[in-house]
């Protein structure tokens, strides 16, 4: 069966650094769109970052100079790269996954079908 894992979370002071792992196992051959995403107590999930299957990225506007989207060349592992952290950048992140999305955005989360059980980042200031 499919399945995402996140690790790499944590708590960091404003201004510091954490990268996130999503190791990916049991995946089918097919490529995916792969992304992140986040969602803070009280508010909705957001986009952050997705990669299609031929390596394109889009970024949310608000991580836009300061996370780096990034996956290996075997297509098992996704990384998100987070330098400036803010405040406002705690939440639980999430990575997905899916073979069927055709157009690959930070606004297709709600036709993504794999999931991960999501790693806590949180930045205080």
């Known amino acids: 069966q499919a399945q995402l894992v996140e690790s790499g979370g944590g708590s960091v002071q404003a201004g510091g650094s954490l990268r996130l792992s999503c190791v990916a196992t049991?995946?089918?051959?097919?490529?995916?769109?792969m992304g992140w995403w986040r969602q803070a107590p009280g508010k909705e999930r957001e986009g952050v970052a997705v990669?299609?299957?031929?390596?394109?990225?889009q970024y949310a506007e608000f991580v836009k100079g300061r996370f780096t989207i990034s996956k290996d060349n075997a297509k098992t592992s996704l990384f998100l790269q987070m330098n400036s952290l803010k405040p406002e950048d705690t939440a639980m992140y999430y990575c997905?996954?899916?073979?069927?999305?055709?157009?690959?955005?930070?606004?297709?989360?709600?036709?993504?079908?794999?999931w991960g059980q999501g790693t806590q980042v949180t930045v205080s200031s």
């Open positions: 049991s995946l089918s051959r097919y490529n995916y769109c």
């Open positions: 997905a996954a899916d073979p069927r999305i055709q157009i690959c955005t930070v606004a297709a989360g709600d036709y993504f079908n794999l």
């Open positions: 990669i299609d299957r031929n390596g394109v990225i």
